[in-house]
């Protein structure tokens, strides 16, 4: 097929929203659908050269993946030899462990099902995995393994029969991914099946292009290329992570992208736009750019224990173009023009032979859980990094229907004297409760749900409490306070979570009064504020006291890695710890509404100064961790509270 330049350009309007969107630019909030353009695109071009291929009755499978071979893998193997000695002093053995275990499954295409059943994409955890973005490649991949074996056992039938079976394919993939988007998020946005229709409409374009040449400069050309550029720029600045994705939203990046390449023709201004050199540029390189921004973000932040300013992710995002040019002439173009030097053969054993290592040493990384002797930890400071043993009291499936839905600590006696509720924040108490329960012969029913706020009336958009229902567990709570008559509740919870999110704003829980939204930062504040005063005041009506204790200082990083850099550099921990200032700020919020909404059954207890000196929030002493992760209290942490905890039970 002819070269199309416009195509260059269209390929930088994927890029660059993906790289500013994984910099965390809040502008850019929905730049991950850069990667549906790049889906579109992909399915065009490729489709293309298998129909033009089996008209001419020369198709080779062989040649195919060969081809594919010489475009994939030979820069994706460069930029991940090039992270291992950035992993090496860097990661943590934890972290270390899962960039061995995503060096296997980027090697044999499969990191979508990897990332799928470790996190969720738009989680802030996900932005330090250098590989994450591999998914896509997976997903591509796997793709065109199917594609053309399906394309050559159709071709014999007639062409318009082999059209309308893509396009029941396609209808019943985005059917799926709709259902899935509210249903499984996680693994609608990894997986093929939610994901083929994307790829189709690119291969839709490919046989109506074959029979159809591109038409020439028209009015009509003129509005739609523009108007299908608009709908690629409104997905990428109004979408945001509580966008149902992939879904009958997505409808508009991709079809805004076949309708580009269908209508952005010589001659209309969108054809100008796109083969500018600049773009047309970085369109050329955009494959090694998208292989090595998220690398290269993900290790400075590693390096710089997140604190990176936005003159530092575009200086960044400059160097990863810097790698990316360099990839693209030395490594990218030899392997895939330089047929003489880089033979079939080799190409094909080179494959093997790297395929073989990297999954071998992911597998050692895995096995040898992340070559843990690089950093003398003792077991005591190591223990402190896990997830405390909390019993199966808490995170209930159907908690709302269930008559096993909490459970009792303490005292094991009939009648209740307290309850402690909340998101997971108030699962760390709930050791410490037991054992002050049965010092001082108390009885405290213990129940609630992660993400879940423990007030009245409020649906979280969270999309794993779609069966756990947020809203009906708190009306149970509320009533089972009544019917029981217990008159004292113990309130935890991450309160910023539900109104700031993290540090640097990339990550919210929305909450909102209406179970479909909308959703937005602003309405989780309103309906946050709202939603504490409506729960206080039907607390006071039933004589219910309330002691609300605000949350443990969030560090910045997970501990691991913190005293992973500490121990590196012989440097005290301390100075890797949170200052004191910067929480106060991301706790700023939920802290005033509390303060300012004065109730007589209301204790407000204020916890910063149990953990923070007048400078920082210690992670932890030189021997262990307060926390197993950034805002998590384990049962070292959980100890300076203790005192504060006791006073509330003997009130």
Known sequence: MNYRSEIDGLRALAVLPVMFFHAGFSSFKGGYVGVDVFFVISGYLISSLIIQDLGKNKFSLVEFYERRSRRILPALF??????????????PPTEMKDFGQSLAAVSIFSSNFLFWLESGYFETSSELKPLLHTWSLAVEEQFYILFPLIMMFLWRIRYNFIVIIFFLLFLFSLAFSHWAAFNSPSANFYLLPSRAWELLIGVFLGFFLAKNPLNSYSFNNQILSIIGFGMILISVFLFDDSTPFPSLYSLIPTLGTAILILTAVRGTLMYKVLTWKLLTGIGLISYSAYLWHQPVIAFARYYSLGDLNKSHLLGLILTSFIFALFSYKYIETPFRKNKILFTRKIIFSLSFILIFIFTSLGSLLHFKQGLSDRVDFSSELKNSFQIPQTGKCFDKEYSHLSDEWGCVLGDNKNSIDFALLGDSHSLSLKNTLDKLGKKHNKAIFFVGYSGCLPFIDIYPNRKDQVERNCYELNKRIFNFLIDKNIKEVIMSARWSYYTDGDYDKSWIQNIAFNEKGPFSREISRLTFKESFIS????????DINIHLLTQPPQQKFA???????????NRDIYNYSVLRSDFSLLEDYPLKIF???????LNLIHILDEYCDQLRCPVGTTQLSYYFDEDHLNQFGVKLLEPTLESIILK
């Open 559 to 569: 501990p691991e890695s913190l005293y992973f850099r500490s121990r590196s550099i």
């Open 595 to 601: 303060r300012n909404n004065v109730f007589v059954n």
């Open 78 to 91: 460069f930029v991940m030899i090039v992270s291992l000695p950035f992993a090496w002093f860097l990661l």
């Open 535 to 542: 729960t206080v005041k039907r607390y006071a009506k039933n």
